[in-house]
């Protein structure tokens, strides 16, 4: 199988950038949300449509980002 459908996008959940990449693999849509910097990855999901996984994907990242405490330098 090959992926299909290949798209990325850039967006801010609970203050922190995050990189969203989606994708089709045969009838099943995935997406990945990875911090920018340093590229941690925050959620993996998969759904039967693009926005079902990536719906999935931007709440797991932002029950994360939300417990991820700030410092001041």
Same mark, same amino acid.
């Given at each position: 199988?090959?992926?299909?459908? /290949?798209?990325?996008?850039?967006?801010?959940?609970? =203050?922190?950038?995050?990189?969203? *990449? @989606?994708?089709?693999?045969? !009838?099943?849509? /995935?997406?990945?949300?990875?911090?920018?910097?340093? =590229?941690?990855?925050?959620?993996? *999901? @998969?759904?039967?449509?693009? !926005?079902?996984?990536?719906?999935?994907?931007?709440?797991?990242?932002?029950?994360?980002?939300?417990?991820?405490?700030?410092?001041?330098?």
């Amino acid at each position: 199988m090959k992926v299909e459908e /290949h798209q990325e996008r850039r967006l801010e959940i609970a =203050g922190w950038p995050v990189h969203l *990449t @989606s994708y089709r693999i045969g !009838e099943t849509y /995935h997406c990945t949300a990875d911090n920018v910097s340093p =590229g941690a990855n925050l959620a993996r *999901t @998969s759904g039967a449509t693009r !926005e079902e996984a990536e719906n999935k994907a931007i709440e797991r990242a932002g029950e994360r980002l939300k417990q991820t405490h700030r410092h001041a330098v």
